[in-house]
């Protein structure tokens, strides 16, 4: 069965504004919590799911705007079932770094307010 429905009436009531390049369309990005191992952070995953015919050609280290804030592409998104939508990982890209030396000579990696152990 042929899909009839505009994808954005299904974007509306979640999605967020998301540019790239001179594109510009709605998405909804999920932002899951911190992974942790062994007492240490391991990463953060950024997921936006987005029209494939606005954003479906994006490709490794491309940069999108997500309500304001810049991510980079981590991979050429993938196309969800019938392929109207696709799912584009994304990395939060680092606006300010600055390094906290601790007493046991490990450094604190701040970035936006998160901070990340790393051992000397």
């Given amino acids: 069965m042929a899909w009839t429905e505009d994808p954005t009436d299904f974007l509306q009531d979640?999605?967020?504004?998301?540019?790239?390049?001179?594109?510009?369309?709605?998405?909804?990005?999920?932002t899951p919590g911190e992974y942790?191992?062994?007492?240490?952070?391991?990463?953060?995953?950024?997921?936006?799911?987005?029209?494939?015919?606005?954003?479906?050609?994006?490709?490794?280290?491309?940069?999108?705007?997500?309500?304001g804030t810049t991510y980079t592409v981590r991979e050429q998104p993938l196309l969800v079932d019938d392929g109207i939508f696709c799912?584009?990982?994304?990395?939060?890209?680092?606006?300010?770094?600055?390094?906290?030396?601790l007493e046991d000579g490990s450094f604190l990696l701040l970035e936006d307010g998160g901070y990340l152990l790393l051992e000397a």
């Fill in 14 to 30: 979640f999605g967020v504004t998301v540019t790239a390049g001179g594109t510009e369309g709605l998405g909804i990005l999920d």
């Fill in 36 to 67: 942790v191992a062994d007492g240490r952070v391991i990463t953060t995953e950024y997921l936006l799911r987005a029209e494939a015919s606005k954003f479906g050609s994006l490709a490794y280290d491309d940069s999108i705007t997500v309500a």
């Fill in 87 to 101: 799912l584009v990982l994304l990395t939060k890209a680092v606006v300010a770094l600055s390094r906290l030396l």
